[in-house]
């Protein structure tokens, strides 16, 4: 035993050791450069081409903060801003809430379990540029939108000004992508749900807990670490939208539903300005930074 101990360890190094993390670091290795090559270098980038006047994507010279004074002071930057929070708002609203529903649905239905699941997941195989034009018609404003032809046959009311509407457009362009992600969400949740142990419900149910006290005090608490999780994913997510308003609206009407990431898309493709564009791309990421890490301060200090 001493001799296989002094095998070990070699001049105070456990040789054993170093060769497991050796092994592990070699494992992870090919995902860090990936990750460096497509995450970091790219930032690096970014932030190297936000503090220089540009020509296309010809540095000229450098200008330090000037660009990021010109975003700020563009009329779009505020508008894009503020409607970017809204966008988030209401996928808090809509898309958070909606998908735990959906699952909570599928772990409670008996008959044709396949079929509802398949159903739940359809509209996420719908590419997502095919999404958007299919609800861009289903929201036209005039007599041609299909919410307007079954508003009038059915109910008589007028044609409706949905995405001309600036109160509306927001919310409209939320429940598009909850559309289109609710189910493979669902499908996620549905997981968790699934490996909550049955005998917890007999219990509460023998203790005579109702329905919403079994899913306050058992469903909410067993699948809080997967919720979020998915939370600061969907805030992320939706925090760069882009093609929706694009193609939907293109930020209208009057800026009411353009965001940080159109913005971005109007600086390098319409004015070919990159250098601005790559100054909008840095305020993304640091905001974004700022609330991934102020969320899990607060949800650490809510563990412990």
């Known amino acids: 035993m001493a001799d296989l101990s002094r095998q070990k360890q070699v001049g105070g190094i456990n040789t054993a050791k170093i060769k497991r993390e050796f092994s592990g670091w070699m494992i992870i290795l090919p995902a860090i450069v990936l990750f460096a090559f497509f995450i970091w270098v ?29 975003v700020f002071k563009g009329p779009d930057f505020i508008p894009a801003v503020e409607n970017t929070f809204m966008y988030t708002l209401w996928s808090l609203i809509l898309g958070f809430s909606i998908p735990i529903i959906i699952a909570m649905f599928l772990n409670e239905v008996v008959h044709f379990k396949g079929l509802f699941r398949v159903g739940a997941y359809l509209p996420n195989v719908v590419p997502g540029l095919a999404t958007v034009i ?90 809080y670490n997967l919720g979020r999780t998915l939370l600061i994913i969907q805030i992320i997510s939706v925090f760069q939208i882009l093609y929706e308003p694009l ?43 700022i609330l991934t890490g102020l969320y899990m301060k607060l949800t650490k200090r809510k563990d412990m």
């Open 42 to 70: 790219p930032l690096a980038q970014v932030i190297r081409l936000s503090l220089y006047y540009t020509q296309d994507l010809t540095i000229v010279k450098f200008v330090g903060l000037r660009n990021f004074i010109d």
């Open 247 to 289: 193609v939907m609206t293109n930020g209208g009407p009057n800026d009411a539903s353009i965001s940080l990431m159109l913005l971005v898309y109007n600086y390098a493709f319409v004015n070919m300005d990159f250098a601005k564009a790559s100054a909008v791309s840095f305020i993304i990421a640091a905001v974004l930074i």
């Open 134 to 223: 299919m609800w861009t018609y289903m929201f036209g404003s005039g007599s041609n939108g299909v919410a307007n032809i079954v508003l009038h046959d059915v109910f008589g009311i007028g044609p409706i000004t949905w995405l001309s509407n600036p109160h509306l457009v927001i919310p409209l362009i939320v429940l598009t992508m909850t559309w289109k992600g609710a189910g493979a969400t669902a499908l996620i949740y549905l997981a968790g749900l699934q490996g909550i142990n049955p005998e917890l419900y007999e219990a509460s149910a023998i203790d005579g807990a109702g329905i919403w006290k079994r899913i306050w005090h058992i469903t909410f608490p067993n699948i």
